[in-house]
T-cell receptor
């Protein structure tokens, strides 16, 4: 069966510091991968998605970036965090859209920028 | 711009009562997804509705899809405290499988 791992679970970082969140998927190959952010009390906002190694699409221009160095690894980064980057970051994977599969989410990383 | 609107956003129910959560969307998507999120936790897939008229049931929850009206409903029957959570609906946001989510309905079931 497929599993998705996301770490760290919680993170407290000062403004201006760098960020690296990692997500890996096991048990499947060539998944679509996604980063979503959920601000406190709000819905989910798609940040990035990837359909293959090195292929990244950005939905929201901001100081975050994403990379996919390996087929089942997705990384979310920032060079300098802002207070507004605080939130709950969720990595997700899916099979190709035509297979009608839902997104499967990791356990999330709660980021607090101080 | 694709919009997904849920109502109500907050719902306080008594145990044993029935209620319906509504999800309206602005695209012609024929696929709709329902998720559950417990406080501080990730999202869990509940239902995948793939066509007009689709109905799926799991325990006290039943979801349906009317693609012509661009409406999905999540019906709660005889609510119990364990159903307290936030429920999200989502539709396809493009060809790459990403989903556009509603703002969620926070359900609180009280004894």
């Amino acid at each position: 069966s497929q599993t998705i791992h996301q770490w760290p679970a919680t993170l407290v970082q000062p403004v201006g510091s760098p960020l690296s969140l990692e997500c890996t998927v096991e048990g499947t190959s060539n998944p679509n991968l996604y980063w979503y952010r959920q601000a406190a009390g709000r819905g989910l906002q798609l940040l990035f998605y990837s359909v293959g190694i090195g292929q990244i699409s950005s939905e929201v221009p901001q100081n975050l970036s994403a990379s996919r160095p390996q087929d089942r690894q997705f990384i979310l980064s920032s060079k300098k965090l802002l207070l507004s980057d605080s939130g709950f970051y969720l990595c997700a994977w899916s099979r190709l859209a035509r297979e009608n599969s839902p997104l499967h989410f990791g356990n999330g990383t709660r980021l607090t920028v101080t | 711009e694709l919009k997904v609107e849920q109502n109500p956003l907050f719902l306080s129910m008594q145990e044993g009562k029935n209620y319906t959560i509504y999800c309206n969307y602005s695209t012609t998507s024929d696929r709709l997804y329902w998720y559950r999120q417990d406080p501080g936790k990730s999202l869990e897939s509940l239902f995948v509705l793939l066509s007009n008229g689709a109905v799926k049931q799991e325990g006290r929850l039943m979801a349906s899809l009317d693609t012509k009206a661009r409406l999905s409903t999540l019906h709660i029957t005889a609510a119990v405290h364990d159903l307290s959570a936030t429920y999200f609906c989502a539709v396809d946001g493009g060809s790459q499988g990403n989903l556009i989510f509603g703002k969620g309905t926070k359900l609180s079931v009280k004894p």
